[in-house]
């Protein structure tokens, strides 16, 4: 009888402890309701996009020019590739570009193969071998002669110049302004429509950065004269999602 009595205890011990824990689980799932509606209902907003862009001028272009050879004897190739590209240097040099803003380090060597239509068959033709020369002319107005001196070495390859600006940390953040200033000029115009006014703003979400140099066509590579090189201006732009608090003429008067 007393292992009996002893079972029964202890399943009144554990039917207790279950009924306290069902109620406190009730209690809770009983609080998640009550809290839930007024978390799903959000705050009235409007949000609207703007954009804003700033003029500036480059300052600095980045060149990257090409010499390839095709052949057989790949040390004969890449000499006289060698003195291209020392040539090149010696002429950036005297223009007074700077020795550490010119990389010549670049060297590619791959198999050259057509195929021949008659035989059917890839044919082989040795090797193209490859060097590109990567500078910086830090002074835009030295950039025509730059490009004089490039086109004197035989390159097989001219990408256009990559202009850049010291300016343009601070253009994109005057461009950010303009961005949320448009943006609120158009809420502002909805809200007037609307019958209510704006509040704060409560997100401000990036959706572009623009950076438009001026159309490749125009850059001239093969001017002889630098006075006839002219970079023109860059175009540093920002777009924007705006989204500011709704106030109700009732709340203002509150």
Do not use: C
């Not at 461009?175 to 704060?200: I, K, N, P």
């Not at 590579?221 to 006839?228: I, V, Y």
């Amino acid at each position: 009888m007393a292992m009996i009595t002893g079972t029964t205890e202890g399943s009144r011990i554990r039917s207790s402890s279950l009924t306290s824990w069902r109620g406190v689980l009730v209690t809770l799932m009983l609080s998640f309701w009550l809290i839930a509606p007024a978390q799903a209902q959000e705050s009235p907003a409007i949000t609207m996009q703007g954009a804003g862009e700033v003029p500036v001028t480059p300052d600095t272009a980045e060149l990257v020019v090409g010499f390839a050879e095709r052949g057989w004897d790949i040390a004969a190739l890449e000499k006289v590739l060698d003195g291209r590209v020392t040539g090149l240097v010696e002429a950036l040099l005297a223009l007074g570009i700077e020795s550490d803003s010119i990389n010549t380090a670049h060297l590619s060597i791959n198999p050259a193969s057509r195929y021949d239509q008659n035989t059917r068959q890839v044919v082989q033709e040795g090797f193209d071998v490859t060097r590109n020369v990567t500078f910086t002319v830090h002074a835009i107005d030295q950039l025509g002669a730059a490009l004089s001196a490039v086109t004197a070495q035989k390159v097989t390859q001219v990408n256009p110049p990559r202009l850049l600006a010291s300016a343009y940390e601070a253009a994109y953040r005057e461009a950010l302004s303009l961005a949320v200033a448009q943006a609120r000029e158009r809420a502002t115009a909805v809200a007037a429509a609307g019958g209510f006014q704006l509040g704060d703003i409560v997100r401000v979400n990036p959706t572009a950065t623009l950076s438009r140099p001026m159309p490749e066509g125009r850059m001239a590579l093969a001017a002889a004269d630098s006075s006839t090189y002219s970079p023109g201006e860059m175009v540093v732009g920002a777009q924007l999602t705006v989204t500011f608090s709704i106030v109700h003429p009732a709340e203002t008067a509150d």
